[in-house]
């Protein structure tokens, strides 16, 4: 049962324009997410997290959305620049009935190559 | 300055064979992660503890052991119970605050099988 999901494995743009990287989750009772940024043979950095009692967060050139009546998260970096191309995972803080589990249940990954 | 350590950076596994792999970390974080990362998945939990002298198991537990005597200490043994170790093991920690649950990995682990 994949609770949070990245559905498309890969994603290309030009250096400058804007990246869109999506996250979709099936648990209504998540309360936090996270986006993490992977290099090849590298641990996972964390970039951008948002709360459930907010829609939108940014930091710098990277913003994240969270529309939770859909059950959707994005992750938006404008401009793209080549050092962005990596694999980006976005996470969600686990729940159960007791509350936070303390885990980070993640999605499979979606690599963003940016053209130059 | 302080960090996640993971080594070695990488190791083999003979058949039958049990490998350890090492986590240290200098953050003061109560929580540490083991995870498994597998060509086109995500991060699978292997194992986790919030504390000292206790660990709970995550999602693919098979197959692997642990331990937490030490705060800075979260030692990750294969077995040769564990059919498949080829992966991409990561160590991550994190702290005990449940405001929010910010995990930061060290450079990680190959495992190949010889």
């Known amino acids: 049962d994949q609770q949070v999901k990245q559905n498309s494995p890969s994603l290309s743009v030009q250096e400058g324009r804007i990246s869109i990287l999506n996250c979709d989750y099936t648990n209504s009772m998540f309360d936090y997410f996270l986006w993490y940024k992977k290099y090849p043979a590298e641990g996972p950095t964390f970039l951008i997290s948002?709360?459930?009692?907010?829609d939108k967060n940014e930091d710098g050139r990277f913003t994240v959305f969270l529309n939770k009546s859909a059950k959707h998260l994005s992750l938006h970096i404008v401009p793209s620049q080549p050092g962005d191309s990596a694999v980006y995972f976005c996470?969600?803080?686990?729940?159960?009935?007791?509350?936070?589990?303390?885990?980070?249940?993640f999605g499979q990954g979606t690599t963003l190559q940016v053209k130059p | 300055d302080g960090g996640i350590t993971q080594s070695p950076k990488y190791l083999f596994r003979k058949e039958g064979q049990n490998v350890t792999l090492s986590c240290e970390q200098n953050l003061n974080h109560d929580a540490m992660y083991w995870y498994r990362q597998d060509p086109g998945q995500g991060l699978r939990l292997i194992y986790y503890?919030?504390?000292?002298?206790?660990?709970q198991k995550g999602d693919i537990a098979e197959g692997y052991s642990v331990s937490r005597e030490k705060k800075e200490s979260f030692p990750l043994t294969v077995t040769s119970a564990q059919k498949n170790p080829t992966a991409f093991y990561l160590c991550?920690?994190?702290?005990?605050?449940?405001?929010?649950?910010?995990?930061?990995f060290g450079a990680g682990t190959r495992l190949s099988v010889l």
């Open positions: 948002i709360s459930s009692i907010k």
């Open positions: 991550a920690s994190s702290s005990a605050s449940l405001a929010k649950n910010i995990q930061y």
């Open positions: 503890s919030q504390i000292v002298n206790d660990f």
């Open positions: 996470a969600a803080r686990g729940v159960d009935g007791s509350g936070n589990t303390g885990k980070l249940i």
